[in-house]
């Protein structure tokens, strides 16, 4: 079974630039899930979605931050402009249905914002 | 709003012994579940073991145990007959029935020493 899959796996970009991340679920996961990795810090939660519609996008800054899942597979998480304090490792995870199932983690894009 | 605490940013032990890593978490909520989450030098995170709160008997997985103190809070792990492969940052997570949210402790840097 092919596990979550996200690219790319490095960028870096100027402060005020854009980015784009992108994340392919396991194959038949409902929910999907973007999380926040700075370094010495735990995950925390962006956003989460069920199937093409979002649970939670309570801590996404929504001023910079965007995230869709327009057919209720891929996703992607895009951040306009980028600010120094963005600087993170960008998890995005997939459980079957709700987080309280195991989520299964994709390896992360590192984002490094100059 | 829950919060999960690890006190133990680095921890490392011989190979062979056994290692407890501690975990304490805040919630309001009387139905919630707990997980250890291990993050390798890759950075996939991976399912350790998982416990909900209504359960009394602690989640066993082969050389991973829980000891689950639900009046303190407490959420400890247990990694008996530690091997090289368990070296990893291991995270606390907590959630709630109905808001599915995790929230992730600081982690616990744990190396095994040859």
């Known amino acids: 079974e092919a596990g979550v899959a996200q690219s790319p796996r490095y960028k870096i970009i100027e402060k005020r630039q854009s980015v784009a991340f992108w994340c392919n679920p396991i194959?038949?996961?409902?929910?999907l899930y973007w999380y926040q990795q700075i370094l010495g810090q735990g995950p925390k939660l962006l956003i989460q979605?069920?199937?093409?519609?979002?649970?939670?996008d309570s801590q996404l800054p929504k001023d910079r931050f965007s995230a869709e899942r327009l057919k209720g597979v891929d996703s992607t998480l895009k951040i306009q402009p980028a600010k120094l304090e963005d600087s993170a490792v960008y998890l995005c995870a997939s459980s079957i249905t709700s987080g309280r199932d195991e989520q299964f983690f994709g390896p992360g894009t590192r984002l490094t914002v100059l | 709003a829950q919060t999960v605490t690890q006190s133990q940013p680095e921890m490392s032990v011989q190979e062979a012994e056994t290692v407890t890593l501690s975990c304490t978490y805040d919630?309001?909520?009387?139905?919630?579940?707990l997980f250890w989450y291990k993050q390798p030098p890759s950075r996939q995170m991976i399912l350790v073991i998982r416990q909900e709160a209504y359960k009394q008997q602690n989640a066993t997985e082969n050389r991973f145990s829980v000891n689950f103190q639900k009046a303190a809070k407490s959420f400890s792990l247990k990694i008996s007959d530690s091997q090289l492969g368990d070296t990893a940052m291991y995270f606390c997570?907590?959630?709630?029935?109905?808001?599915?949210?995790?929230?992730f402790g600081t982690g616990t840097r744990l190396t095994i020493i040859p």
């Open positions: 194959s038949g996961h409902a929910t």
């Open positions: 979605f069920q199937n093409n519609g979002v649970v939670d």
């Open positions: 919630t309001s909520e009387s139905n919630y579940y």
């Open positions: 997570a907590s959630g709630n029935f109905g808001n599915e949210k995790l929230t």
